[in-house]
């Protein structure tokens, strides 16, 4: 019958295929820390070493299918970031069965003791703000992260606090959940509206663009500057046209003249005209060379956004010590 | 230097295929960003492509010259060759088809984890497990497993088909096989970057790789010599190459001169395309380019359907999505998969009690029934290239 076979490939990180038994006997789950784009993820202490890891768990379903696209993308895609310090470390995978005999696949990530949202959430619950160097380097190292990926070719796509791991000893920032991330190639058409959070998403994409790229994650990126200098999310819209009016009603109605080729884009309409509020106001706190870089992340024109590579380079990052993140 | 002057975002690239989201069928990318083209930004280039390429020359694979995987080459060109015909058929990029070909080429050449046997049955099921993984990590909609079958399929009588537990079993041995890396290095990662800005170009080179793609040679050059091969092949054929645009071309991508000159001559004996510069080579070139570009042109979507979709942009995203879905180019066949779902009588998948998922997976791997009458594959994609070599 079948003469298919499978050999084992030693590779670091090892792909285990065994049963779910084994797999689970090698981790003792601690407590569930959250969910990712399709499944949970658990603290969890591996028993051979002590070493605690974050175990994210996916059930793959027996349906026409197959191995979803999102747990194949992000994957593979973690495959071939992994190996940026600013990119959550992917450190094993084991494909098991459980139970009813399902596929169950296990990824096996560095652990990280908190994330970008609830290190926002704690500031603003004290009423405080996060300070001004902290804010620095945690923007160079999401910049340079971002910079890594697109410079691999790849979109993240759904940049957000959450999706930002962070460890609060040593201020480390890692780019995390890349389920709905993608090599970039040819344009995307749609993005799946029910798991994106809105907040956080390029103008250009509201507004039904069918040709995007890497800037859609820059717009994402400067949202989140914001945020970390005010504690509060710079965009909170609840539809996708509530969302679209919050950017217009802060940063001014795009134009022609500012934004060419706007009115031809899907979505367009006759929008109310508002006129731009200055970031200084939207987003007290910054030094001049902070609004400087944040106004070149949210231009409105994504071919004139600043790039994570550039953005490196500006004179706001001058004073950060460059070696050590 | 034309085709670096509006190379405003090395990652940026135009739509190939017909989107079926857009109101016009004619549309063309430039109305959509009109003010992008007088946008050069030449430190992209200095600073990202260079290194870019680097990186890819780095992670590039090649087989050494080893009999065997496949069943041989008559094996590899039946699976290959079924991925590009079906990748044609469902209108996905030529990308897809060359990812699929990669996961095929690491699984079953000499050293790669996998093994094939003999029976024309297993080329196909690792070519319909291959490409449903391209497919998956590539496209934005890819049908369930049976349709995806159905739909790449010549006819209705395609004797293979399998069941969707099937191929799902033979993806996680891929994926395993593979250590879930799903992103090699094709000539599209030297190709799409320095052509983005110049579809008909890139969609020729494209014709001309597609075309290749099945022959035993493919996996013994890298990717970048393919990429600059193909290159030399659509600028002797008059595709809008210029000169000097192409050396800055060629001198990016940076492949050994007697490599991509072997590719080319591979390329210009499967496909009839010279690659000399001569009145005669050009008007012969661009017949048989365009017979290759036949082969390979997507399905056209009628009119109908892009103004039914239109309607839908006025829903909501999950109804516009739902709806999309059900007048995508996959629907027409929906009966068809009802009538192929049910078990063919008798032949119950045995499942022997297994310790391993791969055990499993293997005793679980059951040949479908074969229909008589039928050319099984290899005949089938012999009889594909004869009217391309012939003309």
């Given at each position: 019958m079948a003469t298919i076979q499978n050999k084992p490939t030693p590779t670091a990180p090892s792909t285990t295929t065994g049963g779910g038994l084994r797999a689970m006997d090698l981790y003792e789950k601690l407590e569930k820390v959250g969910e990712g784009t399709y499944g949970k993820v658990y603290k969890a202490r591996?028993?051979?070493?002590g070493r605690i890891v974050a175990l994210k768990k996916t059930r793959l379903p027996?349906?026409?299918?197959?191995?979803p696209p999102t747990a194949l993308r992000e994957v593979s895609l973690l495959r071939m970031l992994s190996q940026d310090p600013h990119v959550v470390r992917l450190l094993d995978l084991k494909q098991g069965v459980n139970k009813e005999g399902q596929t169950i696949l296990y990824l096996v990530f560095e652990y990280m003791d908190t994330d970008l949202k609830k290190f926002i959430r704690g500031y603003r619950a004290n009423h405080e703000k996060i300070p001004a160097q902290t804010v620095k380097i945690l923007m160079y190292q999401l910049c340079k992260g971002v910079g890594f990926v697109h410079g691999r070719g790849v979109l993240h796509r759904d940049l957000k606090p959450h999706n930002l791991l962070m460890d609060r000893k040593t201020m480390a920032l890692k780019i995390a959940d890349l389920g709905l991330s993608r090599a970039i190639t040819?344009?995307?058409?749609?993005?799946?509206?029910?798991?994106?959070?809105?907040?956080?998403?390029a103008p250009e994409v509201l507004l039904g663009a069918t040709h995007y790229s890497t800037p859609v994650d820059i717009w994402s990126v400067g949202c989140i500057f914001a945020e970390l200098v005010t504690n509060q999310p710079l965009f909170p819209g609840d539809s996708e046209l509530q969302q679209l009016l919050h950017i217009f009603k802060l940063l001014g109605t795009p134009n022609e003249e500012m934004w060419p080729g706007v009115g031809k884009l899907p979505n367009w309409h006759v929008y109310p005209q508002w006129k731009p509020t200055k970031l200084s106001t939207l987003v007290p706190g910054l030094d001049s060379d902070g609004y400087d870089l944040l106004e070149k992340m949210l231009a409105y024109e994504p071919g004139k956004r600043v790039s994570a590579k550039k953005a490196l380079e500006h004179p706001y990052f001058n004073d950060v010590n460059k070696e050590v993140y | 230097m034309a085709a670096f002057a509006a190379l405003f975002d090395p990652l940026y690239c135009p739509e190939e295929h017909l989107d079926l989201y857009r109101d016009e069928p004619g549309e063309g990318a430039d109305e959509q960003w009109p003010g992008q083209h007088g946008q050069q930004e030449p430190a992209v280039l200095d600073d990202e492509l260079p290194a870019l390429f680097e990186a890819h020359r780095a992670k590039e694979g090649v087989v050494l010259a080893e009999d065997g995987g496949y069943g041989g080459a008559a094996g590899r060109e039946a699976a290959v060759g079924w991925v590009s015909r079906a990748a044609a058929r469902l209108g996905f990029s030529a990308l897809t088809a060359a990812l699929a070909a990669a996961y095929l080429d690491r699984c079953f050449l000499p050293g790669g984890a996998l093994r094939l046997g003999d029976q024309p049955w297993m080329a196909r099921l690792a070519a319909v497990t291959c490409f449903a993984l391209a497919a998956k990590v590539e496209e934005t909609r890819v049908p369930p497993l049976l349709d995806l079958q159905l739909y790449a399929a010549?006819?209705?009588?395609?004797p293979y088909v399998f069941e969707a537990k099937t191929v799902r079993r033979m993806e996680l041995l891929v994926l395993s096989a593979l250590g879930w890396r799903m992103h090699p290095v094709t000539p599209f990662s030297y190709l799409q970057p320095v052509l983005a800005d110049a579809a008909t170009r890139l969609r020729s080179c494209e014709g001309v790789l597609l075309a290749v793609m099945a022959d035993w040679r493919w996996p013994r050059h890298r990717p970048s010599a393919w990429a600059a091969a193909a290159l030399l092949i659509t600028a002797a054929a008059g595709d809008g190459g210029d000169g000097d645009g192409d050396t800055e071309l060629l001198a990016l991508i940076n492949a050994p001169e007697d490599k991509t000159a072997e590719c080319a001559k591979i390329i210009s004996e499967v496909t009839g395309m010279s690659f000399l510069a001569c009145d005669v080579g050009v008007s012969a070139g661009n017949k048989r380019k365009h017979a290759a570009a036949q082969l390979y042109s997507p399905p056209p979507s009628p009119s109908g359907v892009i103004g039914a979709l239109s309607c839908f942009s006025c829903e909501s995203s999950t109804s516009a999505t739902a709806m999309a879905a059900a007048v995508g180019p996959w629907a027409p066949s929906a009966s068809v998969s009802v009538s192929s779902s049910p078990e063919p009588p008798g032949r119950a998948p045995k499942r022997a009690a297994a310790a391993s998922a791969s055990a499993s997976a293997s005793a679980g791997v059951a040949p479908p029934v074969q229909v008589p009458h039928q050319l099984p594959p290899d005949e089938e994609s012999r009889d594909a290239w004869p009217s391309t070599c012939a003309a």
């Open positions: 591996e028993k051979a070493t027996e349906d026409d299918e197959g191995v040819v344009p995307v058409k749609k993005y799946t509206h029910e798991i994106l959070t809105l907040w956080y998403r | 010549a006819d209705a009588a395609d």
